[in-house]
């Protein structure tokens, strides 16, 4: 195994047995660079792809830092809509991008039966965008179309903070997503509400970034002035 990697043991909440878990150790975390939608590149190993734990006795799958805290409600709706159909497989070790996508749609799945809130789709959709984005794989479209519209229903309707995810941090992604998948006059309301926004201020980055790509969504409008937008 790549040596910036180890396993752990970690009990699982929805059928009580043990499974390893494989994580990045902290020196594999050196941030290399973002891309304008905040996803990560990271020096020598691709993160990401080890972000979604799965059980590989009974098909549990979500985030690592959510894996544990899951409701004993959703409990017996994985149980049946999940596990029971669930063929016995193991995530840990190495993975590559195929399999962190197999790991996370897992994790989507989970969301589904559970019922999630929109905020935890949209996280999950958006890194499965990032990693159809590895693959230059022209899906990464439709799942920053979901990861869009998620957020957008969930700043309506849920609490900020969205878990780890500020008020106007959502919005510079709801912003900049529907400018990626060519949704050029929602994006610039988008963008123009963080920068006339009093409260975004108080994150000088995230308005420098907002400026930069509010400027390139009109840009981009006024390109295709005329034209229907895809
Ligand atoms: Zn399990």
């Not at 972000?51 to 805290?69: I, P």
């Not at 529907?178 to 926004?197: A, D, H, M, Q």
């Amino acid at each position: 195994m790549n040596d910036l990697l180890y396993n752990k043991k970690v009990i699982c909440p929805v059928c009580n047995r043990e499974i390893e878990v494989t994580k990045v150790k902290t020196k594999g975390c050196r941030v290399k660079s973002r891309d304008t939608d905040l996803c990560v590149y990271y020096e020598g190993i691709n993160v990401l792809f080890y972000d979604v734990w799965v059980c590989e006795h009974c098909g549990y799958a979500a985030l690592q830092d959510k894996f544990e805290s899951i409701f004993t409600r959703d409990i017996p709706v994985i149980r049946e809509k999940i596990s029971s159909h669930w063929t016995r497989r193991s995530f840990s070790g190495e993975r590559d991008v195929e399999r962190a996508l197999e790991a996370f749609k897992l994790a989507l799945l989970n969301l589904q039966v559970r019922k999630a809130k929109s905020s935890e789709m949209a996280k999950v959709c958006l890194r499965i965008a990032w990693l159809y984005r590895a693959k230059e794989d022209k899906k990464e479209i439709d799942f920053l179309t979901f990861a869009a519209e998620s957020y957008n229903d969930a700043y309506q309707k849920e609490r900020f903070p969205l878990d780890k995810l500020d008020e106007y941090t959502c919005m510079y992604i709801i912003a900049e997503l529907y400018r990626r998948i060519g949704k050029l006059n929602e994006s610039v309301l988008w963008f123009s509400r963080i920068v006339s926004s009093s409260g975004a201020r108080s994150n000088p980055k995230l308005i420098d970034m907002a400026r930069d790509q509010y400027q390139l969504a009109k840009d981009q409008l006024a390109a295709n002035d005329g034209t229907v937008e895809a």
